[in-house]
C-alpha cells in the first residue's frame, strides 16, 4: 500500500486547508485512516483518525472543532479539512493506514499503523 499526502502549503492564522491522502496498492482490505504531524523540534503526535465505514471519527483535543476527517473510499482518498489554523499547526503532516477487520474502528496510536505516506507541509503564519 502507497500512501501520497498533498495539500499543504502556506496560509495565514485563521485560514484554510484541505490535505488528501490518496492511497494506492492492495486497496480492496478495509483499511483505517489517521493523520499525524510533526512540528519542528518536536515528536509526532495525532490528529484525526476515521474507521473504514467514516461514521466513526477521532480528534486530537488541540484540533477538535476545527478540524475535520473525511473520506471517499470510491477514491481510495482520505482528506483533512483545517479551518481557523493557528501558528501553533504549522507542522509535518502525515497520512497513515492499517488494515482492519472492523468497519467502525478507528486508531490513534502510531504503532497501530502499518503504511505511512510521505507527509505534506503546512505552515501558519501569524
Known amino acids: 500500500v502507497q500512501l501520497q499526502a498533498s495539500g499543504g502549503g502556506l496560509v495565514q492564522a485563521g485560514g484554510s486547508l484541505r490535505l488528501s491522502c490518496a492511497v494506492s496498492?492492495?486497496?480492496?482490505?478495509?483499511?483505517?485512516m489517521g493523520w499525524f504531524r510533526q512540528a519542528p523540534g518536536k515528536e509526532r503526535e495525532f490528529v484525526a483518525a476515521?474507521?473504514?465505514?467514516?461514521?466513526?471519527?477521532y480528534y486530537a483535543d488541540s484540533v477538535k472543532g476545527r478540524f475535520t476527517i473525511s473520506r471517499d473510499n470510491a477514491e481510495n482518498t482520505v482528506f483533512l479539512l483545517m479551518n481557523s489554523l493557528k501558528p501553533e499547526d504549522t507542522a509535518v503532516y502525515y497520512c497513515?493506514?492499517?488494515?482492519?477487520?472492523?468497519?467502525?474502528?478507528?486508531?490513534?496510536?502510531?504503532?497501530?499503523?502499518?503504511?505511512w505516506g510521505q507527509g505534506t507541509l503546512v505552515t501558519v503564519s501569524s
Open positions: 497513515a493506514a492499517r488494515s482492519t477487520y472492523y468497519s467502525s474502528s478507528y486508531y490513534y496510536r502510531e504503532y497501530e499503523y502499518n503504511y
Open positions: 496498492g492492495r486497496t480492496f482490505s478495509p483499511y483505517a
Open positions: 476515521i474507521s473504514w465505514s467514516g461514521d466513526s471519527a
